[in-house]
């Protein structure tokens, strides 16, 4: 799904309310994939985490459905995939309730066999344990599954669990990054088109 635009305001209007003032876009678009309370604390180190947590995630519900899309081709992949007999998760950072309103909204919820988000672990990308939490609820090993994934938390995931890291050449996070530019946290894959997925599979 397509949570650029959502992410981008719900953060431009955290710092409206908190500081009367618009983020620059790139700092924003860095943060993508880490854990919500990290950054808010990290940008507003004087504001209680609850208090700035509240002002993001209410805006957020509030318009979510509204402002999400899927990216082209996507909903075709993991219909695909399904077809195809691959097992299938999910791994996000997104709070349950507002993933599986993004994925009732498009009818996606049937085509995964397991869903991770942060209710389900206290660690968090890029630490290993959701992907190896959906592994094993997949019975699945590590050499033989990848992550499709957009942003660095997601590479750095993908390597910390041991499976293969692809990144999508239509990431916001990582807009015209090549492998050389990323270095150590380099993909093993970046794909240009969904089908190319099946190519590295």
């Keep these: 799904m397509d949570t650029n635009n959502v992410i981008l305001m719900s953060w431009q209007h955290t710092f409206k309310t908190l500081e009367n003032r618009?983020?620059?876009e790139s700092k924003l678009t860095a943060t993508f994939g880490e854990p919500l309370e990290r950054t808010?604390?990290?940008?507003f180190p004087n504001v209680p985490v609850e208090e700035s947590i509240k002002i993001y995630r209410n805006y957020q519900r509030s318009?979510?459905?509204?402002?999400?899309?899927?990216?082209?081709?996507?909903?075709e992949l993991?219909?695909?995939?399904?077809?195809?007999g691959y097992k299938t998760g999910l791994v996000t950072s997104r709070l349950k309730i507002t993933a599986m309103e993004g994925l009732?909204?498009?009818?996606l919820e049937?085509?995964?066999d397991v869903i991770i988000t942060p209710e389900d672990t206290d660690k968090h990308k890029p630490d290993p344990a959701p992907v190896n939490i959906a592994l094993e609820r997949l019975g699945s090993k590590p050499e033989n599954a990848v992550m499709l994934g957009d942003t660095l938390f997601?590479?750095?995931c993908s390597h910390n669990a041991g499976i293969g890291a692809?990144?999508?050449?239509?990431?916001?996070?990582l807009a015209g990054k090549t492998k050389e530019d990323l270095g150590e946290d380099a993909p093993d894959y970046i794909i240009n088109s969904p089908d190319e997925l099946f190519d590295i599979i």
């Design 78 to 84: 993991v219909m695909k995939c399904k077809a195809r």
């Design 22 to 24: 618009e983020e620059d």
């Design 166 to 173: 692809v990144l999508v050449s239509w990431t916001m996070a």
């Design 154 to 156: 997601d590479i750095q």
């Design 110 to 112: 049937k085509y995964f």
């Design 63 to 75: 318009n979510f459905s509204e402002l999400i899309t899927l990216f082209p081709g996507m909903k």
């Design 40 to 43: 808010l604390e990290r940008f």
């Design 104 to 107: 009732d909204k498009f009818d």
